[in-house]
């Protein structure tokens, strides 16, 4: 069982920058793929980036292209989500994504365990 819990979300500027984490404590975690999503008021969830459990491979949303970056720390167990230059438009709940497929993928049903969820809110 996985069961990612995110941190690091909140109330930052239009321009500013945030990093948000995901942990995800399971002995197998190395070999997960792992994926930020993100649902804004009143609209679905959609796909934001996504890594491979080698962290070889990622994928990135138009949107957020050159502004987000991915990563990952399979020693640690920790997947990070570094966001700059926000927009207000980025505001929504970020939501951390496994699974144990090594393979990344932009598709939710992909993924099989989800966080909770960290709210990101970004003032213009």
């Known amino acids: 069982q996985v069961q990612p819990v995110e941190s690091g979300g909140g109330l930052v500027q239009a321009g500013g920058s945030l990093r948000l984490s995901c942990a995800a404590s399971v002995r197998t975690f190395s070999t997960c793929s792992m994926a930020w999503f993100r649902q804004a008021p009143g609209k679905e969830r959609e796909f934001v980036a996504s890594?491979?459990?080698?962290?070889?491979?990622?994928w990135y949303t138009n949107s957020v292209k050159g502004r987000f970056t991915i990563s990952r720390d399979n020693a640690k167990k920790l997947v990070y989500l570094q966001m700059n230059s926000l927009k207000p438009e980025d505001t929504a709940v970020y939501y951390c994504a496994a699974d144990a497929s090594p393979y990344a993928s932009r598709y939710d049903y992909d993924y099989n365990y989800w966080g909770q969820g960290t709210q990101v809110t970004v003032s213009s």
């Open positions: 890594i491979s459990a080698s962290g070889s491979t990622t």
